[in-house]
């Protein structure tokens, strides 16, 4: 008796091909769906497919081909009069900056400022401005003292003149401390123009980029191609069970009474089923179990129920007919 066979898994590559398949496709077509040509005020981001790459699955061994973009970005044109303008002016500047960088290498080489020259000079500078009023406030104290009748040499004559004395030294002091910070910061400013120049001279405006921003459609889902495979081969698998028992079980009823004539005739596992005439009233058919090929001839129960229900039988869920209560069916085969 031929009994029909469960379900083959399905092929690992064949399902791995399948699922990839639909990821390439489903990938390209998000990509394509986020190149979005772009105009602005300030120019325009446009996408053209360039090329085509292509890919073997290392597993499967399927072959993709994937097309390949490139961006292209333009300026409008206020703004590439604006870009031409600047990239000149750049340029003027950029040669002025190349001419000059010749002295800047000469003016760097003469080493940074001596703070010990700087020194020198300021006491230079301070002795012909404070040594005259001093001398001038010498003579005036002398002449002073002498009207009051100090005499040179005395300590009245002495104390006077280390009071001026100490004075002098007071004001040269100051001169080192406030004036030395002065001249450092008036030469360091003087030394660092050039340098300053020739620096802005190296920069220059930036021309405005187009305004564009990225396109964010929704994202088309992935199919999960190999999980609807499994599911549909567990569906068959467990239809197949499901046969399989139910198989099982009329075999069960069909064997248990095969010393006798009792036998399953419920129209619900027959198949193929053709009308050959009719015996003392009662419907004669030609039929297939739904488990195996061989053609047999019989009654239906259900229909022998409503004429002689003590011959039907329910076993198991399935309705059998007592064909010895029956009239002969043997002239049909």
């Given at each position: 008796?031929?009994?029909?066979?469960?379900?083959?898994?399905?092929?690992?590559?064949?399902?791995?091909?399948?699922?990839?398949?639909?990821?390439?496709?489903?990938?390209?077509a998000n990509?394509?769906?986020?190149?979005v040509?772009?105009?602005?005020?300030?120019?325009?981001?446009s996408?053209?497919?360039?090329?085509?790459?292509t890919?073997?699955?290392?597993?499967?061994?399927?072959t993709?081909?994937?097309?390949?973009?490139?961006?292209?970005?333009?300026?409008?044109?206020?703004?590439?009069?604006?870009?031409d303008t600047?990239?000149?002016?750049?340029?003027?500047?950029?040669?002025?900056?190349q001419?000059r960088s010749?002295?800047?290498r000469?003016?760097?080489?003469?080493?940074?400022?001596?703070?010990?020259?700087?020194?020198?000079?300021?006491y230079?500078?301070g002795?012909?401005?404070?040594?005259?009023?001093f001398?001038?406030?010498?003579?005036?104290a002398?002449?002073?003292m002498?009207?009051?009748?100090?005499?040179?040499?005395?300590?009245?004559?002495?104390r006077e003149?280390?009071l001026?004395?100490?004075?002098?030294?007071?004001?040269?002091?100051?001169?080192?401390?406030?004036?030395?910070?002065q001249?450092?910061?008036e030469?360091?400013?003087?030394?660092?123009?050039?340098?300053n120049?020739?620096?802005?001279m190296?920069?220059?405006?930036?021309?405005?980029?187009?305004?564009?921003?990225?396109?964010?459609p929704?994202?088309?889902?992935y199919t999960?191609?190999a999980g609807l495979?499994?599911?549909?081969?567990?569906?068959?698998?467990a239809?197949?069970?499901q046969?399989?028992?139910?198989?099982?079980?009329?075999?069960?009823?069909?064997?248990?009474?095969?010393?006798?004539?009792?036998?399953?005739?419920?129209?619900?596992i027959?198949?193929?089923?053709?009308?050959?005439?009719?015996?003392?009233?009662?419907?004669?058919?030609?039929?297939?179990?739904?488990?195996d090929?061989?053609?047999?001839?019989?009654?239906?129960a259900?229909?022998?129920?409503?004429?002689k229900?003590?011959?039907?039988?329910?076993?198991?869920?399935?309705?059998?007919?007592d064909?010895?209560?029956?009239?002969?069916?043997?002239?049909?085969?």
């Amino acid at each position: 008796m031929g009994k029909p066979k469960a379900p083959a898994p399905p092929d690992p590559r064949a399902t791995s091909a399948a699922q990839t398949g639909t990821n390439v496709s489903t990938t390209l077509a998000n990509n394509i769906m986020g190149m979005v040509d772009q105009n602005t005020p300030y120019g325009s981001l446009s996408y053209e497919q360039n090329g085509d790459y292509t890919w073997t699955d290392p597993y499967t061994g399927e072959t993709y081909t994937v097309p390949t973009y490139e961006a292209s970005t333009a300026l409008s044109e206020e703004q590439q009069q604006l870009l031409d303008t600047n990239t000149g002016t750049q340029q003027n500047l950029a040669d002025t900056a190349q001419e000059r960088s010749g002295f800047l290498r000469d003016y760097l080489s003469q080493g940074p400022i001596d703070p010990a020259a700087l020194s020198d000079q300021l006491y230079d500078m301070g002795r012909q401005r404070i040594d005259p009023r001093f001398e001038q406030m010498r003579g005036a104290a002398a002449a002073r003292m002498a009207n009051q009748g100090i005499a040179p040499g005395s300590e009245a004559y002495n104390r006077e003149m280390d009071l001026l004395g100490q004075t002098e030294n007071d004001a040269y002091t100051q001169l080192m401390l406030q004036g030395r910070g002065q001249a450092m910061s008036e030469l360091t400013a003087q030394r660092n123009q050039p340098i300053n120049e020739i620096i802005g001279m190296l920069s220059g405006t930036q021309v405005q980029n187009p305004n564009v921003r990225m396109s964010q459609p929704s994202a088309m889902p992935y199919t999960d191609n190999a999980g609807l495979i499994n599911q549909n081969y567990n569906q068959q698998l467990a239809q197949w069970q499901q046969n399989q028992e139910q198989g099982n079980s009329l075999l069960g009823g069909l064997f248990g009474f095969g010393s006798s004539a009792i036998m399953a005739s419920d129209r619900r596992i027959k198949r193929d089923i053709e009308r050959l005439g009719a015996q003392d009233g009662l419907p004669v058919y030609s039929f297939k179990y739904l488990w195996d090929d061989v053609p047999r001839v019989g009654y239906m129960a259900q229909e022998v129920r409503k004429v002689k229900p003590e011959a039907v039988h329910d076993i198991n869920g399935v309705l059998h007919v007592d064909y010895a209560q029956l009239p002969e069916v043997s002239a049909w085969a």
